[in-house]
């Protein structure tokens, strides 16, 4: 079974552009998150998707966004890059039931992840 | 105060040495994870807990509900064990299903 996708691993932007992520889960999981990890903040929770819903969002800024796909597929996105962006972008898929116990109960698969560099 | 808390956050030790990482959280959860993450950024899951303990090779996890805490510890530690080990929670009151994470344990094991 392949592991979670994450596209492109490295990128380079300019301040000011606008960057797209993608992220392909595990084959039959629906529940994706994304994270951003920065040497100064550590690991940060972005968003959560489940079932092309966002169920969950973190304390970012409105620059970031994203969305999910009926395929399960994920993508985010970042406008007007700032040079505090540069980071490691993961994701996270997770298979969930629908009930409150397997959804606080069950494990995450992560991602290589995207480096992103503003400059 | 963050809600999780991890120690040490650095740690150095020869390859025989028998590891334990700490972690400590200050919230109702549902499970604690712990994760391996290897320069390069890949994170891989480790162990899943909701009480109790769990081992898997020279892994071993535990965690104690009442104290809310939880240690991680390595048997016969080996060079390639050397990455950033990290304790996260999720099913917080407040956060649902989404990992809150500790500021990570960088081990390095010494040949």
């Known amino acids: 079974k392949a592991g979670v996708t994450q596209t492109p691993r490295y990128l380079i932007k300019t301040r000011g552009q606008q960057v797209t992520l993608s992220c392909s889960p595990i084959s039959g999981h629906r529940s994706v998150s994304w994270y951003q990890q920065t040497p100064g903040q550590g690991l940060q929770f972005l968003f959560e998707?489940?079932?092309?819903?966002?169920?969950n969002k973190g304390n970012f800024p409105g620059r970031f966004s994203g969305r999910q796909f009926s395929n399960s597929r994920s993508e985010m996105n970042v406008s007007t890059l700032e040079l505090g962006d540069s980071a490691l972008y993961l994701c996270?898929?997770?298979?969930?039931?629908?009930?409150?116990?397997?959804?606080?109960?069950?494990?995450?698969?992560f991602g290589q992840g995207t480096r992103l560099t503003v400059v | 105060k963050n809600e999780v808390e991890q120690s040490p956050q650095n740690l150095t030790a020869q390859e025989g040495e028998f590891i334990t990482i700490n972690c400590s959280y200050s919230?109702?959860?549902?499970?604690l994870h712990w994760l391996q993450q290897h320069p390069g950024g890949g994170i891989v899951s480790l162990f899943m807990?909701?009480?109790g303990k769990k081992k898997h090779g020279r892994l071993i996890a535990t965690i104690n509900i009442q104290e809310k805490h939880s240690s991680l510890h390595i048997t016969a530690s080996h060079p390639r064990d050397s990455a950033v080990y990290i304790c996260a929670v999720s099913g917080t009151e407040t956060s649902g299903s989404r990992l809150t994470f500790g500021e990570g344990t960088q081990l390095t094991v010494n040949p």
């Open positions: 919230v109702g959860i549902s499970a």
């Open positions: 996270a898929s997770s298979l969930e039931g629908s009930s409150r116990v397997q959804v606080l109960n069950t494990e995450a698969f």
């Open positions: 998707y489940f079932s092309e819903t966002q169920r």
């Open positions: 807990l909701s009480s």
